[in-house]
């Protein structure tokens, strides 16, 4: 039975496995498994460095030998020059023989190039560090460039509000908002603290029945609900404090009324199209239905009428208090103001309320049953000496 590394890039979120025969491989060997799992052998730049995932420990000799189920995390490293060919490439340049290329790049890479001296590693990281400083030096002075570009403009924004810093007299075509005159800025206006050049405030889409003149009509006056209407006058705005207070303590929900006495669509039942009575919702089309009328037709059929879903009972309707109680509300506005609702469900009502407030008519006696005592009713006085004097 094969064993099983398992592995893990920090940026993944769940670990793989590698198989291998035995109990052991050494970190070379798992290196190399990884990367051909991962697609990585031609990756000549970049090495693997392994860590244990419970301790923490780095796993930095290659021959070191690893356990079978052992849980490593992977992260991606520059390549290093391998140890044994530095130490060969030493040892031939002291004995005055010429250096060996020193291969590799990666160590997990099957196929190794050679690369350049010590040397030449030196002018490659010199020309590195000078490409990198060139373009910090780059980077810094577009950001003094795009820097000093915001300030401008921002500072040309401010032409037409107020003063732009540096400048001592506005522009030639910069009009001041309050006086509509040239030559100042406008926190130089000559006109400051007058409250004839004040930003006036007109009455819009306030009643004139909400507002009351004021005698002081100086403009002196200013706060909160102070306008002018569009003929000059100065009038307060006054709160309708009563008429709040009268619908906050009334609590009723007012529904508007069609003056033809036709029921709105979202009050009408889904099935009938009539006024919906004790609304209740379906589980299948959420459609809303009278209580009443669609639980008989549930017991009948089982089945939805409206969109014919199956296995559908009226144990399964869910009241809707809110449209009941919209219902309601529309019932009472449509009584209090005496219209007539185009409705049967509403008629065939009132019609049952009318029936069971009239007392029940009883037949009239016929003359013979009028005349002839009832039974067990017990005879008068008058009644019992007449019989005795008949007798």
């Given at each position: ?16 496995a ?13 290196k ?45 490293v ?30 997990f ?18 020309k590195?560090?000078?490409?990198m ?73 306030i ?5 009351r ?15 002018r ?99 309601a ?22 019609q049952?309320?009318?029936?069971a ?6 037949p ?23 019989d005795?004097?008949?007798?």
């Open positions: 039975m094969a064993s099983v590394i398992h592995f893990k890039f920090r940026s993944a979120l769940a670990f793989e590698v198989s291998f025969d035995g109990d052991y491989l050494s970190l070379q060997d798992l190399r498994l990884i990367a051909k799992k991962k697609g990585l052998t031609k990756a000549l730049d970049i090495d693997l460095q392994l860590t244990e995932s419970n301790t923490g420990e780095e796993f930095a000799d290659e021959a070191q030998l690893i356990p079978k189920n052992t849980s490593v995390l992977v992260k991606k520059n390549a290093k020059v391998q140890n044994g060919g530095l130490e060969d490439a030493k040892n031939a340049i002291g004995e005055g023989k010429s250096a060996v290329p020193v291969e590799t790049v990666s160590s890479s099957e196929t190794k190039k050679p690369v350049a001296t010590n040397e030449a590693d030196d002018d490659e990281e010199e590195l560090r000078q490409m400083e060139q373009q910090n030096a780059d980077w810094q002075r577009q950001q003094q460039q795009r820097k000093q570009q915001h300030q401008h403009q921002h500072q040309s924004q401010r032409v037409g509000i107020g003063q732009p810093s540096g400048a001592t007299k506005p522009p030639p075509y910069y009009v001041c908002s309050r006086c509509e005159q040239g030559g100042h800025w406008k926190k130089d206006c000559p006109t400051n603290g007058d409250p004839a050049y004040d930003t006036k405030k007109y009455s819009v889409g009643p004139i029945s909400r507002t003149v004021l005698r002081d009509q100086s403009g002196q006056t200013s706060g909160d609900g102070i306008m209407l569009p003929d000059g006058r100065l009038v307060l705005t006054v709160p309708a404090d009563e008429e709040f207070e009268r619908h906050m303590k009334s609590g009723a929900q007012e529904v508007p009324v069609p003056a033809d006495g036709s029921i709105p669509k979202e009050l009408q039942d889904a099935y009938t199209k009539d006024l919906v009575l004790d609304a209740a919702v379906l589980p299948c089309c959420q459609s809303n239905v009278g209580m009443k009328i669609m639980s008989d037709l549930l017991n009948d059929s089982g089945a939805c009428p409206i969109c014919l879903q199956p296995d559908i009972f009226p144990d399964m309707l869910k009241p809707n208090s809110k449209l009941r109680a919209s219902v509300a529309f019932l009472r506005s449509a009584k209090a103001k005496g219209i007539k609702l185009q409705s049967k469900v509403v008629a065939a009502s009132e049952r309320e009318e029936k407030k009239t007392p029940p008519r009883t009239p006696l016929k003359a013979e049953e009028a005349k002839k005592p009832a039974e067990g009713v017990p005879k008068s006085e008058k009644e019992d000496k007449k005795d004097r008949d007798g």
